[in-house]
């Protein structure tokens, strides 16, 4: 790892956790309120370590080879923080359940289940944020909001998952109300979980991106996925 990286990284974190201040601060909410997910899909281990050493500790992953590769070579971090934040198809949920501490995109009944039964004793429960269909897009990932409640009543009766919240990733928009609207529907929706099952441990909302973190803090965000302004452009596209 060359020092310009070195320098890079820092700096975009820094960056990075100053945008995360200033708008909670601008939301008038408390500085410790939401926290950063260093989203490093495509960039190689030497840059979460670098991440790592600026005292960045939850990190997401969209593909479970390349996840469980990068893993391994950071096994020493021990209190690294790995989550899951892509669609996950059941040939896969082992390895996820095995290896991951959060997962961020469960959408449907059947792979909550086989997290659920392959999730290892030793390890307690998997941390489960519904990925929720908030833009009601035609072929996207996510629960349909009307389906919302059955999912989530089910997730709940599973002892090794633990249900924390929900997930969204709305269709892409330019301007800062038109971001916050489909942000202010999925604070809704958890409300409204909240209320309907009062003992749950609901207290994530996992919205906002590195074009959207202002508006998704504004409306409640308490973990932003952040990828490109942390660790730069990627090559494919995700
Ligand atoms: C890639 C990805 C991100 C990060 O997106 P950026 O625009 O690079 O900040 C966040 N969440 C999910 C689910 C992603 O797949």
Not at 13 to 34: S, Y
Request: hydrophobic letters at 40%; one cysteine or more.
């Amino acid at each position: 790892m060359s020092n310009t990286t070195n320098l890079v990284i820092s700096e975009s974190l820094a960056a990075a956790r100053g945008r995360l201040t200033d708008a909670l601060a601008a939301a008038g909410r408390p500085a410790e309120d939401a926290r950063l997910l260093a989203v490093s899909k495509t960039k190689p281990a030497g840059m979460i370590r670098e991440a790592w050493l600026q005292g960045q500790r939850d990190f997401g992953e969209n593909y479970v080879q390349e996840a469980l590769a990068k893993q391994t070579e950071l096994r020493d971090l021990e209190d690294i923080v790995w989550h899951f934040i892509g669609p996950l198809q059941s040939n896969k949920t082992r390895e996820v359940a095995e290896h991951f501490t959060w997962v961020h995109s469960v959408d449907r009944e059947k792979i909550a289940r086989r997290l659920n039964d392959q999730r290892p004793d030793g390890l307690g429960p998997l941390n489960i944020c519904l990925q929720v269909n908030i833009s009601a897009e035609p072929s996207k990932s996510g629960v349909m909001l009307e389906e919302l409640p059955g999912l989530a009543e089910a997730v709940l009766s599973m002892p090794a998952l633990r249900l924390r919240g929900l997930m969204a990733i709305p269709a892409p928009a330019r301007e800062a109300s038109a971001q916050r609207e489909p942000f202010a529907r999925l604070r809704q929706a958890l409300g409204t979980l909240r209320e309907t099952f009062p003992e749950a441990p609901l207290d994530t909302l996992s919205m906002g991106m590195s074009a959207d973190l202002e508006a998704a803090v504004a409306e409640g965000a308490t973990l932003v996925r952040l990828g490109t302004a942390i660790f730069g452009e990627r090559d494919r596209t995700t």
